[in-house]
């Protein structure tokens, strides 16, 4: 039987490109799939982004790990004074250790009605990230999110909470993917 004509397995590529295979400047007419996740690769790089990506990456090698730790840590410090502090009394829960050696780059907070209120925050431009049952979490790169956005973020939040807008229907519908 051809290759072509046998069933795929579910964990076969669908779909294969000259990039993903083993030798893809051989030019062999038949496909042998590179190890790995390389046999994923199904087209040519997009060379505008990937100039993009090297400014990019060449300014991140400018910042020191200690550096980035030490704002990761402000900004977290910062996200949970200003939670405390513009919305008491709204139901949130800081799940995310108040002693910095004890967290990465995120904060979290427990709310019963936490999907809602994600779905509220990302209508207005906030993005964080939703986790059964409850959990609301904020992702803080240091390289890229500033303290300002701290601000914005927090000032959304107690906007969303304040005014309700959370309890709209289209915030409880659930999605595959907060």
Request: charged share 20%; proline share 6%.
């Amino acid at each position: 039987m051809h290759a072509a004509d046998r069933p795929k397995r579910a964990s076969e590529m669908q779909m294969v490109g000259w990039l993903g295979h083993a030798e893809p400047f051989a030019f062999d007419p038949v496909y042998r799939p590179a190890q790995g996740i390389a046999r994923g690769v199904v087209g040519t790089p997009p060379v505008l982004s990937l100039a993009a990506l090297e400014v990019g990456v060449d300014l991140m090698l400018q910042a020191s790990m200690q550096e980035l730790r030490a704002k990761s840590l402000r900004l977290a410090d910062l996200f949970l004074q200003l939670v405390a502090q513009e919305c008491s009394g709204q139901g949130f829960a800081p799940l995310t250790p108040v002693e910095a050696s004890r967290r990465g780059s995120q904060v979290s907070f427990a709310h019963p009605d936490g999907y809602a209120i994600m779905q509220a925050l990302i209508e207005r431009g906030v993005i964080g990230d939703f986790r059964a049952p409850n959990v609301l979490r904020f992702g803080l790169a240091p390289l890229y999110v500033r303290y300002a956005d701290m601000w914005d973020t927090v000032a959304v939040l107690r906007e969303v909470m304040r005014n309700g807008t959370w309890r709209d229907a289209g915030s409880h519908t659930r999605k595959s993917v907060t």
